[in-house]
């Protein structure tokens, strides 16, 4: 990469994708952008995005894709649809989604094999808030020379950058986060539940196990909006824990792993979708374990 900044190409412009967007600008990037939905555009136009009418046009005007999209479906298709037909050996593509692991492998190869493009798998941790302040935590997967390049092309993004392995490592040890943070919110709603019931201010607790062992980011975060039923702004989802679990079961029946716990969670977090809160805040959790509530 030369000292001169590279022109980056955005696709997926959501809850994340936003505030990424946005910081990417105001550290001097010059940022193609394309989303599904146009109309969420507007917020990262206004501050000077340009949007492509395409993804093909967006892949041939940028030096570096960035990707922050749903699921492993909408990367596959937007890679096997558009960027293996437009893409060049000088580029690289950057990941940022959480995908199943296997397919990233199977996408970077064909890519590599296709065009000659690169791939680093980095999908990040802390939410929309960290998104915004930059202080997200990115597992990042692929060859050396790559992610030396996405330390500096993310560096308005993250607070720490990990190197975990080879392609589509970062992606096995975002499941690895998502096992614990999803566990971790379960067992803070049934806590908040239990609380409540037995007459404790329970909105008092993650202020009370504030630096114990007990403490954790989720529960400073959840145990409020759980104890006060604050469920807006949605800023995460219950579907994206329930897509990562789902993940994390699969990946431990290929690799001949028991993870209960997170199977579990799994069961849990599909019963709680199941009542119509896949879109809404994981905080709404505490609705499983609440007498004469769904």
């Known amino acids: 990469m030369t000292d001169k900044k590279p022109t980056l190409g955005f696709i997926g412009i959501g809850l994340m994708g936003s505030p990424m967007t946005l910081r990417l600008l105001n550290a001097g990037f010059s940022v193609n952008v394309w989303n599904r939905s146009p109309e969420k555009l507007s917020s990262v136009t206004d501050a000077g995005a340009k949007v492509c009418s395409s993804v093909a046009e967006l892949v041939k005007t940028s030096h570096i894709i960035l990707l922050c999209l749903t699921d492993t479906s909408a990367v596959e298709a937007v890679v096997r649809n558009d960027i293996m037909e437009n893409g060049s050996a000088n580029q690289l593509l950057i990941d940022l989604s959480s995908i199943h692991p296997e397919n990233t492998r199977q996408l970077a190869a ?88 037995a007459g404790v201010a329970a909105e008092k607790i993650p202020q009370a196990l504030s630096g114990g062992f007990a403490d954790s980011t989720p529960l400073q975060i959840v145990g409020p909006e759980m104890a006060t039923t604050t469920f807006e702004p949605v800023k995460w989802r219950v579907k994206t824990l329930l897509k990562d679990l789902n993940m994390a079961v699969d990946l431990a029946i290929k690799q001949g792993n028991a993870i209960p716990m997170s199977s579990l969670a799994a069961q849990l977090m599909q019963l709680h979708g199941s009542h119509g809160y896949l879109e809404q805040n994981p905080s709404t959790l505490i609705k499983l374990f609440t007498k004469n509530d769904a």
């Open 110 to 197: 064909m890519l590599h094999n296709r065009c000659g493009m690169s791939w680093v798998d980095a999908p990040v941790s802390g939410g929309v808030v960290g998104a915004e302040q930059g202080s997200l935590a990115i597992m990042a997967g692929g060859s050396l020379e790559n992610i030396n390049i996405a330390r500096i092309v993310l560096a308005p993004l993250y607070k720490q950058l990990t190197h975990m392995g080879d392609t589509g490592c970062g992606q096995v040890t975002k499941i690895c986060n998502q096992m614990i943070v999803s566990c971790n919110v379960l067992v803070i709603a049934e806590m908040i539940a239990l609380a409540q019931q």
